[in-house]
């Protein structure tokens, strides 16, 4: 008797349905979103990505068309501007498969990103765990339509992060909650990364640059700053690895250590763990950063003895006194911002919240005043499968 009750309620949920439910061939399946800011008529712009089904079809007129199909709409808020969109665009937006979103920098610098993810976290469709990129000195609606010569443009936008972000270091894979939390502090500053174009920005935006060997692309570079919700500056190069070394999310990385005649050698990094620890001594910050590192020789461009223990301890010697001099070159340059992107002050909370509590109101004048300490054991493991380099 009880199995028939159990059948007869699942063929009656089955002939209910669902309210939810939306058929496939009336919903625009959005992976990426881009959002720009019209200073002028105050107006939010906000780019859909949407994949096109007649590419991802295997019929015959599969590759005729380009992989996605992009629109945009104005509104004074980003919902707004999201329900305009049915303007111009037949099917509704389906926002769960959203790979990245992208913010234009004219947004970051004037109208600031300290209200704009609140339609994320009251709409349930959208998922805070999507990573954010900005367009550096160009529109959000740029970067995202540049077509690239594999893939779909939001997932290689979002796979180029990704991989920049484990093997280089000097990008991060920024989710939304994550900078909401740091917006959310007292005592740490959100970075986000920065991306552009390199090339002619018109033959991106066409199908043409399918058929170029040498195509328009886009090109991560930098890491933003932001205070108090706006964008401040860039922080580049060996500097931008610093905020990932100190936070520990760096998983890996290339360390250059001069060898002579202009000639390096190469360790890739393979462990870095670091602690960082925040005192008041009179008045001011002490910060410390330990950091212990591990690296293999993946290449050498000079005659340096590698095969004796003296040759790798000397190495060893400056590797440590490389990455230590990159992460204060990174921190030292947070300082001239006066923008606390480690998180050096929600340490200090956690620690001793009396403490934080008498400098909670002026971090951004006290941060830049702090002393700071670097040590550095950095142990090389291996050479790889050669252990003498060709003569030179």
């Known amino acids: 008797m009880i199995r028939v009750i159990i059948a007869v309620s699942m063929f009656a949920l089955l002939l209910g349905g669902c309210s939810s439910y939306s058929e496939l ?27 096109n089904p007649t590419e991802k079809s295997t019929s015959a007129s599969a590759g005729r068309a380009l992989p996605v199909v992009v629109f945009s709409s104005k509104g004074k808020t980003i919902s707004e501007a999201a329900r305009k969109s049915t303007e111009r665009f037949s099917r509704e937006n389906d926002y769960s ?8 920098e004219e947004l970051a610098r004037k109208a600031g990103i300290n209200y704009l993810f609140d339609v994320f ?58 900078v909401i939390a740091a917006l959310e502090s007292n ?97 001011k910050p002490i910060i410390t950063v330990n950091v212990k590192a591990i690296g293999v020789i993946d290449e050498s461009l000079c005659n340096r003895n590698i095969s004796s223990l003296s040759g790798i301890k000397s190495f060893e010697k400056e590797a440590s006194s490389n990455y230590g001099k990159l992460i204060r070159e990174g921190i030292d340059y947070a300082q001239d911002y006066k923008c606390d992107v480690f998180g050096f002050g929600e340490m200090l909370r956690k620690s001793n919240l009396k403490e934080w509590q008498k400098v909670q109101g002026k971090w951004e004048k006290t941060f830049p005043k702090a002393e700071v300490q670097v040590t550095v054991d950095f142990k090389i493991e291996g050479t790889g499968m050669r252990v003498q380099p060709y003569p030179f």
């Not at 990426?32 to 800011?37: A, F, M, P, R, T």
């Not at 979002?158 to 991989?163: A, H, I, R």
């Not at 190469?266 to 670091?274: D, E, I």
């Open 25 to 51: 061939n009336k919903t625009a399946v959005i992976v990426g979103l881009g959002i720009d800011y019209d200073s002028k008529k105050n107006l939010y712009e906000v780019t859909f990505q949407a994949i």
């Open 187 to 283: 005592g740490e500053e959100p970075v986000i990364s920065g991306i552009g174009i390199s090339g002619n920005v018109e033959q991106g935006l066409t199908k043409k640059n399918y058929e170029k060997l040498f195509y328009t692309h886009t090109q991560l570079n930098g890491l933003g700053m932001f205070k108090k919700g706006k964008l401040i500056g860039w922080i580049e190069g060996n500097k931008a690895k610093s905020v990932q070394i100190i936070k520990n999310t760096i998983k890996g990385s290339n360390l250059s250590l001069y060898c002579s005649k202009k000639n390096y050698t190469s360790l890739q990094l393979r462990y870095s763990k670091s602690k960082a620890k925040v005192i008041m001594r009179d008045n």
């Open 97 to 104: 498969h959203i790979a990245i979103i992208m913010i234009g």
């Open 121 to 178: 976290e009251r709409d349930g469709r959208i998922r805070v765990n999507v990573p954010l990129m900005i367009a550096k000195k160009e529109k959000a609606k740029n970067v995202m339509n540049i077509l690239p010569s594999i893939e779909d443009p939001a997932a290689s936008l979002e796979s180029k992060l990704k991989n920049s972000a484990q093997l280089l270091g000097e990008t991060s894979y920024t989710k939304i909650y994550q």
